[in-house]
């Protein structure tokens, strides 16, 4: 048993949140901060074992393990190191908005974290402020700086690309890297249920920041396995990388290789598809591996090619925690 769809795309590549819980304002994303809709209580340590035993066993190798933010769970730890003892799991990930970086980088990388992505939407500490409702930039930035020494396989840096507010940022962000060997990712802004006067005044085409690291002779790098959907490139100048996800390029969900499981136990064939299959009932007791694992394969059946984010259709998702980004 094998996670491919009927489209022959193979997903070895988990992303689990376990809370939707935000402590953040990013004007993207929860402008009004965060309001809890729903009195489920998030997946426990039991069933995220469970969880990601059934997901080991059909194939899946990278979980990246994501919120709202992770960090706010007091058990986050725990559950790093239960997710890196699973048989099977090669790569554990995670995204933080930083908030709780610079204390915890160490124990998350002791307790199995290979990779972290870090949410820096700006290098211009008042800039920053005005994208995420919070005046901690350089906070943030320290937790950056001891992932790096923490010594995690690889650092990441995304940026939501937003006309008008931090596009004119690429200058300080390659001088930021030449020197540092962290991967900075531009993630063009998208669409959801809640923001479209906010997505067609901010959107903005990550193809021009492409087309400018093609002129200053950047080479985009080849995918290998269990890469996320960015489009990355090196320059040997430079220590650090750059990365593009684009999502409303061609072709861009011909490389899907990502399922997602929402912090209340419902699986999302997409970020932006549909309304999710309910696992929940099945994460109560290891027993009901084989039926897990069945309804898992049987949801697969029905991913579709494409999310269709370029024909304005944005799915059943209100804003980006509501599944994990």
């Given at each position: 048993m094998?996670?491919?769809?009927?489209f022959?795309?193979k997903?070895?590549y988990?992303?689990?949140?376990?809370?939707?819980?935000?402590?953040?304002?990013?004007?993207?994303?929860?402008?009004?901060?965060?309001q809890?809709?729903?009195?489920?209580?998030?997946?426990?340590?039991?069933?995220?074992?469970?969880?990601i035993?059934?997901?080991?066993?059909?194939?899946?190798?990278?979980?990246?393990?994501?919120?709202?933010?992770?960090s706010?769970?007091r058990?986050?730890?725990?559950?790093?190191?239960q997710?890196?003892?699973?048989?099977?799991?090669?790569?554990?990930?995670?995204?933080?908005?930083?908030?709780?970086?610079?204390?915890?980088?160490?124990?998350?990388?002791?307790?199995?974290l290979?990779?972290?992505?870090?949410?820096?939407?700006?290098l211009?500490a008042?800039?920053?402020?005005?994208?995420t409702?919070?005046?901690?930039?350089?906070?943030?930035m320290?937790g950056?700086e001891?992932?790096?020494?923490?010594?995690?396989?690889?650092?990441?840096?995304?940026s939501v690309?937003?006309?008008?507010?931090?596009?004119?940022?690429?200058?300080?962000f390659?001088?930021?890297?030449k020197?540092?060997?962290?991967?900075?990712?531009?993630?063009?802004?998208?669409?959801?249920?809640?923001?479209?006067?906010?997505?067609?005044?901010?959107?903005?085409?990550?193809?021009?920041?492409?087309?400018?690291?093609?002129?200053?002779?950047?080479?985009?790098k080849p995918?290998?396995?269990?890469?996320?959907?960015?489009e990355?490139?090196?320059?040997?100048?430079?220590?650090?990388?750059?990365?593009?996800?684009?999502?409303?390029?061609?072709?861009?969900?011909d490389?899907?290789?990502?399922?997602?499981?929402?912090?209340?136990?419902?699986?999302?064939?997409?970020?932006?598809?549909?309304?999710?299959?309910?696992?929940?009932?099945?994460?109560?007791?290891?027993?009901?591996?084989?039926?897990?694992?069945?309804t898992?394969?049987?949801?697969?059946?029905?991913?579709?090619?494409?999310?269709?984010?370029?024909?304005?259709?944005?799915?059943?998702?209100?804003?980006?925690?509501?599944?994990?980004?």
């Amino acid at each position: 048993m094998q996670l491919v769809d009927k489209f022959y795309r193979k997903f070895e590549y988990l992303r689990l949140s376990i809370t939707d819980e935000c402590n953040f304002k990013c004007n993207y994303c929860l402008p009004d901060g965060y309001q809890r809709t729903h009195q489920k209580q998030f997946l426990s340590q039991n069933e995220i074992q469970n969880l990601i035993t059934a997901f080991a066993e059909l194939g899946t190798s990278k979980v990246r393990i994501t919120g709202g933010e992770p960090s706010l769970r007091r058990d986050f730890s725990g559950i790093i190191e239960q997710v890196s003892n699973t048989p099977g799991i090669k790569k554990v990930a995670t995204t933080t908005n930083g908030f709780n970086l610079s204390k915890h980088a160490v124990d998350w990388y002791q307790a199995g974290l290979n990779t972290i992505n870090v949410s820096v939407d700006s290098l211009d500490a008042n800039t920053f402020n005005i994208i995420t409702g919070k005046n901690i930039f350089h906070k943030v930035m320290e937790g950056v700086e001891a992932c790096v020494k923490a010594g995690f396989e690889q650092v990441k840096v995304n940026s939501v690309l937003m006309k008008g507010l931090n596009d004119n940022d690429l200058n300080t962000f390659l001088s930021w890297i030449k020197t540092q060997p962290i991967q900075l990712r531009f993630i063009e802004l998208m669409q959801t249920d809640d923001n479209n006067d906010f997505f067609n005044r901010y959107h903005l085409s990550g193809e021009t920041i492409k087309q400018a690291l093609l002129d200053q002779h950047w080479q985009q790098k080849p995918r290998v396995v269990n890469d996320g959907p960015a489009e990355v490139f090196s320059h040997p100048d430079y220590q650090g990388e750059i990365g593009l996800i684009m999502p409303y390029s061609k072709d861009f969900c011909d490389n899907c290789n990502r399922l997602r499981v929402s912090a209340v136990g419902r699986l999302h064939l997409c970020l932006f598809g549909e309304e999710g299959v309910d696992l929940r009932h099945l994460l109560q007791d290891s027993k009901d591996k084989a039926e897990l694992k069945s309804t898992i394969l049987s949801a697969l059946k029905e991913k579709k090619s494409s999310h269709f984010l370029d024909l304005g259709l944005t799915g059943g998702t209100p804003h980006l925690a509501s599944i994990g980004g």
